[in-house]
């Protein structure tokens, strides 16, 4: 290392600068978006944008509740179900494919086959398409096959689309450990699943937190799969913030930005409580240690 | 009976040939160091008898025991890995504690052995910390806690001093003599450095790719080398070789000397290489023999502090002397000096086998 790294808060003036004009080119969409929803219709479609006005929930009400123009009543929308289905869908389909990925990548990295790389390969060719490719066949063998609709097919694509990516990841932070730790642990008595629980995956869990939220991000945000394969009961966030355009009273942008604001709390608590360990993740075996 | 035998070990990858007819034993209490170049073949040799690398073919007993096919764990053997292999997500506490744990001691037993390991070891004050966090020393010192803390039969070392400097080096040899002495348990040490093996080792094993190719107390090994590759192995600095002729029976010419000299055991125009320790060469004075009298100039010299090393040039054949500091220090480079040595001290191995030919060389 040729020189220590500087200590928090002793960047300088010019890097402060420069990283703050920058984060503020990537951040302002974002608080565009926020601002917005907190804003009423007039307010919205202003022009110039206004920075300064008098916020208002009603968007954000009406997120849940809709009154109807025709009738005059208010009802519940089923937005709080989607926001469910996301979550759950994600959640479920992330953590699955880390749990199947991590023990693939654990056999990968230390009992290798003979043509291991060439396996390694031919997960990963899933992945060099672009998705809409296989989308009709996909279709098909969902409708053939009952999946289409169900939590189950949802889930199970997006686990299996999270997977070869999962297993990459985690087999490089398997490489990255020391094996004669493990072999430590042998001689000390461990049996081979406790060295495996006990000792591999403590050593790599700053690893799996950088690929869970990498897996998460990609995962909520896919809109693709999810307007053609899921039903009115398991569709996702995205899917329904679609529908929201045209309807009955054109593009309703405060109560678009109200869903968007909403949907970025979730993964954006997940990234704030690993942020520790994502650092660590995406520098892994990068930096000496 | 807790000797260990080690037969006709066999393990290829690939193509590659890391043991072959690889055999020694290691008495009840011994410590044993095997010393080779790396990739000879140590590191697979120990973990093979700890079962944590599959044979082709070959025995491992333990105790009376074939333990060849036993699994890893339970073999009552432990073993200090080159990289120490502490685990990083575990306290010093912790790390002392898996064994006896997994042992199924109860938790005031383990405390009260890691206590006493850790005194031992002087490394009590470390016992909270991470691993990362403690100096070379402290981690080896934790590795060898770690390793005996459940007293096993026997102690496995692969190149344990490998990743430290030279001052813990030196302690470390120490240390380890210490706890042999003091814990009389069998050890098996694997070292490229022959010097550890030398001072440590009660018994030495030469290996040469994949096979133990000499076995002897360090004493043997440096008097009397079976072959041109252990004479090369052991000794520092290193044998001065020299391509000579047998001139008669049991003469030889030398070099850089204009008469023959007594070497038992060469026939007429046999082709040899002589050995001559760099050690057994000296200044010559009033008692040396003219035989073996020769000039050179000094090359170089390397300062020991209380021996120096001297390269001295004659005939174009630069060869290696030590000498005693205050000796060493009247001269200087490019002087010419007369030395001599004592044909006796000489080894003489066979030019194509490189086998020793003067076996009955009593010193």
Known sequence: MARKYREIGKAGWGYTAITTIVGFIYFSPVFWIILTAFKTRRDALAVPPKLFFTPTLDNFMSVFYRTSITTGNSQATDMGLYFFNSIFIAFTSVGLAIILGTLAAYAFSRFPLKGNDTYLFIILTTRMMPPIVVIIPIFLMFRLTGLAGSYWGIMLLYTAFNIPFSVWLIKSFFDELNPEIEDAARMDGSSERRVFFGFCIPQILAGLAATFVFGLILTWNEFLFALLLTGVETRTVPVAMARTLGGEVGVDYGLLAAIVTLFLIPIFFVTFLLQNQLLRGVTFGTVKK | ?363
């Open chain 2, 1 to 363: 009976m807790s000797d260990l035998k080690v037969q006709n070990l066999r393990r290829t990858f690939g193509s590659v040939v890391a043991l072959e007819d690889m055999n020694f034993d290691v008495a009840e209490g011994e410590f044993f160091c095997l010393l080779g170049p790396s990739s000879s073949g140590k590191t697979t040799t120990l973990r093979a008898i700890a079962g944590l690398e599959e044979l082709d073919n070959g025995e491992v007993t333990f105790a009376g025991q074939d333990i060849t096919d036993d699994p890893v764990q339970g073999r009552g053997m432990s073993m200090i890995f080159q990289t120490f292999a502490l685990y990083p997500h575990l306290s010093v506490e912790a790390n002392l504690a898996h064994p006896l744990r997994r042992a199924g001691l109860d938790s005031q037993s383990v405390r009260k052995r890691v206590g006493e390991v850790a005194e031992l070891l002087r490394v009590t004050h470390t016992l909270k910390r991470k691993p990362t966090t403690l100096s070379g020393g402290e981690q080896q010192r934790v590795a060898i806690g770690r390793a005996i803390v459940q007293q096993p039969k026997l102690l496995l070392l692969d190149e344990p001093l490998t990743n430290l400097d030279a001052k813990l080096r030196h302690d470390m040899r120490a240390e380890f003599k210490r706890l042999h002495r003091e814990l009389g348990m069998t050890m098996l040490y694997a070292t490229p450095d022959q010097l550890e093996a030398l001072t440590m080792g009660e018994r030495v094993g030469v290996m040469r790719d994949g096979k133990v190719v000499a076995i002897g107390t360090p004493r043997e090994l440096y008097e009397t080398p079976q072959d041109k590759y252990v004479a090369e192995m052991v000794g520092s600095p290193p044998i001065n070789f020299l391509t000579a002729t047998g001139t008669a029976d049991d003469q030889t010419s030398v070099p850089f000397l204009d008469h023959s000299v007594a070497a038992p055991g060469i026939k007429q125009d046999q082709p040899v290489t002589l050995g001559l320790r760099p050690h057994d060469i000296a200044l010559a004075n009033g008692g040396s023999p003219a035989a073996t009298r020769f000039t050179g100039k000094i090359h170089l010299t390397e300062p020991l502090g209380d021996v120096t090393i001297l390269d001295v040039n004659t005939r174009d054949i630069t060869i290696k002397m030590v000498l005693r500091e205050e000796v060493a220090a009247k001269l200087s480079v490019g002087e010419d000096i007369e030395i001599s040595f004592d044909p006796k001290d000489l080894h003489i191995f066979d030019q194509s086998t490189g086998n020793r030919l003067n076996n009955d060389a009593g010193k």
